[in-house]
């Protein structure tokens, strides 16, 4: 824990700019005086596209390296065609910097409303892998745009990749009270990727005789986010599982208006990337109506990550007093990050 | 429609002898006297592999050639290897019979159990694909065992295999109330598959002016379902995105002892098969807990194709009936397959 945090700002698009703001509010009110914060705010995302063809200039990958970590807001703009700024901006990110550990925490706050009847106990972890799996990048097409087009998509798996990412997620599992580990893929069918991951999980398992371990496949694993959430701990999946099945948890636990994430590099070698999972949102982007609450939560898990526990837990205290005092009138993003803001500086 | 139904019959594994024995049960019932059925068992799956090594032997595909339809059951066995008769059987049937049309309704019927609050009115269809995407069994491992293994897993999508497909998903929208199509895939990652998904939907929707159309990413989709399922009327997507979202889709509409589904080719150039979205359920096979309906219902979907639809609308209006005068008491497999032929059959 360094008593000074340097830290690189990427607004992005949409609510972006909005959600940011309130976190850096309650990241600046929950640090102890004697712990200097720099920030540097990083234009990047759709307007910059329009305005220069440019994603993420080598130049700024490069300057982006030198920050203890990063908060980024969303990005993605229905002005920009679908996947320009996510690859060439997000992924790009989180491949370069190796955030092999995309950490999604979901919990059912109290008072907050979730679609499923019964309000079942909720308070798991995904750890979803960050920089193989179809998300490489890796495929291509063939006659494009004729009626004999063949479009490939190539799923990359190493065992140095799987090995690292369930190596962390037992160690998690270890560390929390149930000591639960769930691995969710779909070797039934994806047999060469689905029987790597298991093997790997089952041999590295044998480190860690504490951790009670599952395997669910994909499809099977949707079925108990809605019928038994809260059967699950620590689950660890692949890049394209962990996207879809975070949605769906944020979705169960009260919305995507919660949902924090961080992509981690456990070595330091390169910063780790906070943000929430929502999207930029550009409907409702400029109306005070975005909820801070998922960067805030982010803030939260950067905290974490740079060893400033009490304080990350601070926040995730706040937020749970906060859910639990709230009466249902609505209130403004400023609102929510004045309101948070105050709970954690008190 | 012809007036005789030459079908094949596969039971399979685990509850799969018993929930077949009620669809023919009601298929029985429900059929015209002067229809003649004609049926033939294989004996396929678990304890066959055990016994001969085989899963699906050529003399025995020839054989499946020759019918109007197969009833399935259910395949898999935790004796046997994860993958072995998924692949060996399973989808090779539904890849040697060209079943492009993975067709799977999800309804809320009266009466059942959703884990979802304020119960909302569901009901829609998943075209899913059938013979593509990451299901080919393309893809291999290098070095496997090894720390320095590889494990690819090569989704192939082929303009010719996604206009089929998105065609066949028009078409049912456009002859439903609503007319809504809504395609999901992941354009913004899976950018070679996705682009071209969604540039033959773009193209083929301007032959259905009438039909509303709506993409999401998958991940989206998720929340959705959960949030706001009566938004979806007709949606189609890719093969896995299809696995998932019907098993999302079948617990969010009471549970997968309800969910049926047809794998059809509808040039009937080849049988097309009809089995329960469920698995074969070894925890509970032959003690009679095992919900037929689901086999019913494909059943149902079985005389539609073949050109039955007064008594696929019977079968449907009968489970309709069934679930809504249903008093919450624990009825066996056999008595909910009597309760059923006997409306079907009044
Ligand atoms: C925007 C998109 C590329 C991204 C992903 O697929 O990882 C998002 O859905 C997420 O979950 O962070
Ligand atoms: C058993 C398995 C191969 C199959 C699939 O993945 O298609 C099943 O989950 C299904 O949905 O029919």
Known sequence: MSTSINLAVIPGDGIGQEVVAQGLKVLTAVLPQDVKLETRQYDLGAQRWHRTGETLPDAELEALKHHDAILLGAIGDPSVPSGVLERGLLLKLRFAFDHFINLRPSKLFPNTATPLAGRPDIDFVVVREGTEGPYTGNGGSL???????????????????????????????NSRPRKKLTLVHKNNVLVYAGHMWKNIFDKVGQEYPEVTTDYLHVDAATIFFVTQPERFDVIVTDNLFGDILTDLAAAVTGGIGLAASGNINPTGAFPSMFEPVHGSAPDIAGTGKADPTATILSVALLLRHLGYEAEAVRIEDAVSADLAERDGTFRSTDAIGDALAARVAG
């Open 143 to 173: 006659r494009t745009g004729t009626p004999a087009e063949v479009a490939t998509e190539v799923s990359i798996n190493t065992a140095y990749g799987v090995e690292r990412v369930v190596r962390d997620a037992y160690e998690r599992a």
